[in-house]
């Protein structure tokens, strides 16, 4: 993983986590509060500070944490499985071996998440997960991100931040087979190898993503923006929609790409 530029951690601490307030919670706390519930009465941390803490190994299967902050959180191996994350904050939390399927995080934000390790155990698991309106900007190469919706998701360059650095959203090889990217910024995104096939990418913003190698076999690219996205191997068998698809002729390496 790309190390992550220091004044960004200075950055995303805006959003939301407290630097001299404690969390709402202890570790021993949240144990209890999971351990004492069920699936018709789920824990519900809606609203609340968890930055911070080591939530490692543990089951928030079906919680409610409805705009609760869990900024720089260790959340490795644990399950999120049905959770409800909307408006949850997931800026620099640690994220290896986490499984969101099935959670819905909602207008949710996962700047800078931290993922480390290339092997598959690490990559954290978003099947079927509801990303709508997310913001992303982060290293997930390999995610499982199949079934995922992702619709008007902000997975693109912020140009205003330049001067920090230019920040993409890596999903090289990335699993986004049937995932539902329609309406989505995903301009300048590291999307080389990713499955795509049977995505919707209706609309979606691709302006100089990177697709090299990337499977579009069967997606539906209608309005997608492909300006200076670079199409160098990227397969289009079966793509719905290339007609009405924008940006094709200022694609690079469209030549390259296997129609």
């Given at each position: 993983?790309?190390?992550?530029?220091?004044?960004?951690?200075?950055?995303?601490?805006?959003?939301?986590?407290?630097?001299?307030?404690?969390?709402?919670?202890?570790?021993?706390?949240?144990?209890?509060?999971?351990?004492?519930?069920?699936?018709?009465?789920?824990?519900?941390?809606?609203?609340?500070?968890?930055?911070?803490?080591?939530?490692?190994?543990?089951?928030?299967?079906?919680a409610?944490?409805?705009?609760?902050?869990?900024?720089?959180?260790?959340?490795?191996?644990?399950?999120?499985?049905?959770?409800?994350?909307?408006?949850?904050?997931?800026?620099?939390?640690?994220?290896?071996?986490?499984?969101?399927?099935?959670?819905?995080l909602?207008?949710?934000?996962?700047?800078?998440?931290?993922?480390?390790?290339?092997?598959?155990?690490?990559?954290?698991?978003?099947?079927?997960?509801?990303?709508?309106?997310?913001?992303?900007?982060?290293d997930?190469?390999?995610?499982?991100?199949?079934?995922?919706?992702?619709?008007?998701?902000?997975?693109?360059?912020?140009?205003?931040?330049?001067?920090?650095?230019?920040?993409?959203?890596?999903?090289?090889?990335?699993?986004?087979?049937?995932?539902?990217?329609?309406?989505?910024?995903?301009?300048?995104?590291?999307?080389?190898?990713?499955?795509?096939?049977?995505?919707?990418?209706?609309?979606a913003?691709?302006?100089?993503?990177?697709?090299?190698?990337?499977?579009?076999?069967?997606?539906?690219?209608?309005?997608a923006?492909?300006?200076?996205a670079?199409?160098?191997?990227?397969?289009?068998?079966?793509?719905?929609?290339?007609?009405?698809?924008?940006?094709?002729?200022?694609?690079?390496?469209?030549?390259?790409?296997?129609?």
């Amino acid at each position: 993983m790309r190390s992550t530029p220091l004044l960004l951690l200075i950055v995303l601490a805006s959003f939301g986590s407290s630097l001299t307030v404690a969390a709402d919670f202890t570790v021993a706390q949240v144990r209890e509060q999971l351990a004492a519930s069920s699936s018709e009465r789920p824990a519900d941390f809606s609203g609340k500070d968890l930055s911070d803490l080591d939530l490692s190994k543990l089951d928030f299967k079906y919680a409610k944490l409805v705009g609760a902050n869990l900024f720089g959180a260790r959340l490795v191996s644990s399950s999120f499985v049905g959770a409800d994350l909307t408006r949850a904050n997931l800026n620099g939390a640690w994220l290896m071996g986490t499984n969101f399927s099935g959670a819905k995080l909602i207008d949710s934000s996962l700047m800078s998440v931290v993922v480390l390790g290339g092997e598959t155990k690490a990559r954290p698991n978003f099947a079927g997960a509801d990303l709508s309106g997310a913001r992303i900007i982060a290293d997930l190469p390999g995610a499982n991100l199949s079934r995922a919706r992702l619709h008007e998701a902000n997975l693109g360059v912020d140009i205003k931040n330049q001067g920090m650095g230019q920040m993409r959203t890596d999903l090289t090889g990335a699993n986004l087979t049937g995932a539902d990217l329609s309406g989505a910024d995903l301009n300048r995104a590291l999307l080389s190898f990713a499955n795509l096939a049977n995505a919707n990418l209706s609309g979606a913003q691709l302006y100089r993503a990177k697709l090299v190698g990337a499977d579009l076999a069967g997606a539906d690219v209608s309005n997608a923006d492909f300006t200076e996205a670079d199409l160098d191997g990227a397969l289009f068998n079966g793509t719905k929609g290339l007609n009405a698809a924008k940006g094709m002729d200022k694609a690079a390496n469209r030549e390259k790409a296997l129609f």
